[in-house]
């Protein structure tokens, strides 16, 4: 499909695919990311069809991707309404020993060499790959490696004594 046909595509039949799935669903925001979305799968494609079926194609994937994101929602909403599990209550010797755990590790991560606690607190709370962390720190992502393991033998040695 050639760049000029497919803008003549879109200006001509976005509104319309807009409207569709508006009234479908009743979302106008959802509406437009869906058909910007079933536009752009189009364009992916590169399916070489005559305009008609390039239409129907487009409301066929705008539709189907309409769909699966109200069961994706169906599925949220039904998570987020379920009833708390009781039969996992905390004993409030439980919660003591997490609070003196939490203090325990709190005080560690202080102690800690602070190369180890920086590349450690970029990985677990940055949520950062090795080689990412690498490059931000200019080091080798061996040199991540190691400080990563001492680190994680730090605490776990400051975790286990009393």
Known sequence: MRREDFKNLFDT???ALRNYLFYRYGDADLATDIAQEAFLKLWEKQIDKPPEEQIKLLYKIAKDDLISKLRRQQVEMKFNTRPPDKTKSITPEEE?????????????????PEIQREVFLMSRNDDL???EIANRLD??????????KNALQYLRE?????
């Open 129 to 131: 790959k090795y080689h």
């Open 158 to 162: 400051a975790l286990t004594t009393l």
């Open 139 to 148: 080091l080798s992502i061996k040199a991540v490696e190691k400080r990563m």
């Open 13 to 15: 039949h976005f509104d």
């Open 96 to 112: 003591l020993n997490y609070k003196e755990l939490k203090i325990r590790y709190e005080r560690a991560l202080k102690e800690m």
